[in-house]
């Protein structure tokens, strides 16, 4: 059974950075499709980014041109570098995946979930 295990997430002031890291294990390898996501107090889940097997990304509009997604397929690694971090992007951070290879981009789909790690930004 695939496990993802996040890290990397703390706290830091607004305009600061970030990246977190996602450890796939139970894998051969990472899932075709990889993503990201957020939920902040209060809130519901959202999609933050996706990833395809070959690099192919997909983002929130709320952060194109601050956080970019990657991938490390040999070592079985998600990224995620978060810059210009604003007190919004205050939430816990998780990663995912799906049993699927379809559809990489539709953030509904996903149904493999890490414990997600907290990132807090201050003003």
């Known amino acids: 059974q695939v496990q993802l295990v996040e890290s990397g997430g703390g706290s830091v002031q607004a305009g600061g950075s970030l990246r977190l890291s996602c450890a796939a294990s139970?894998?051969?390898?990472?899932?075709?499709?990889m993503g990201w996501f957020r939920q902040a107090p209060g809130k519901e889940r959202e999609g933050v980014a996706t990833?395809?097997?070959?690099?192919?990304?997909a983002y929130a509009d709320s952060v194109k041109g601050r956080f970019t997604i990657s991938r490390d397929n040999a070592k079985n690694t998600l990224y995620l570098q978060m810059n210009s971090l604003t007190p919004e992007d205050t939430a816990i951070y998780y990663c995912?995946?799906?049993?699927?290879?379809?559809?990489?981009?539709?953030?509904?789909?996903?149904?493999?979930w890490g414990q997600g790690t907290q990132v807090t930004v201050s003003p």
């Open positions: 995912a995946t799906k049993s699927s290879s379809n559809y990489c981009d539709r953030f509904s789909t996903y149904n493999i």
């Open positions: 139970g894998y051969t390898y990472l899932g075709y499709c």
């Open positions: 990833i395809e097997a070959y690099g192919r990304t």
